[in-house]
């Protein structure tokens, strides 16, 4: 017996492996997970995220974005790196919808732009389109 187990081949040791039930379960869980991100379900932003889109919908690169935002007795600031003409950039704010928040964009050209994005807006996956 020792001498069969030693002569089975990688094939049949696969095979015997797919026959258990735990290997169906995996499997099946794999096939999910594949089916969620190839059909683009996701699940929403955790509570208290509000995840926004940062489009750079000029012709100029932007170098650098910063973000501050406030609520009840917090103050937030986030830095972005640069964001090429026609790229966006998902950004996840601890920060509540509707309430608003500034945006300052330095461009490659030295440009500048400062302006507050998004009061009034509702709902936890937002967009900031940037042109010039």
């Known amino acids: 017996m020792d001498q069969e187990r030693q ?15 735990a290997a169906w379960l995996f499997l099946l869980g794999l096939a999910a997970g594949a089916g969620i991100v190839h059909w683009g379900v996701e699940p929403g932003p955790p509570e208290g995220v509000l995840m926004v889109t940062l489009h750079n919908d000029s012709e100029v690169p932007i170098r650098a974005v910063h973000f501050d935002f406030g609520h009840d007795l917090s103050e937030s600031s986030l830095r972005e790196g640069e964001i090429g003409p026609g790229e966006r950039r998902r950004v996840a704010l601890n920060h509540p919808p509707g309430a608003g928040f500034n945006v300052e964009i330095r461009y490659a050209d030295g440009h500048k732009q400062e302006f507050c994005a998004n009061r009034g807006v509702e709902g936890r996956e937002q967009e900031v ?3 010039r």
Do not use: G, H, Q
């Open 7 to 21: 002569r089975r081949s990688w094939d049949e040791i696969v095979v015997d492996a797919l026959r258990t039930p």
């Open 129 to 131: 389109r940037v042109y």
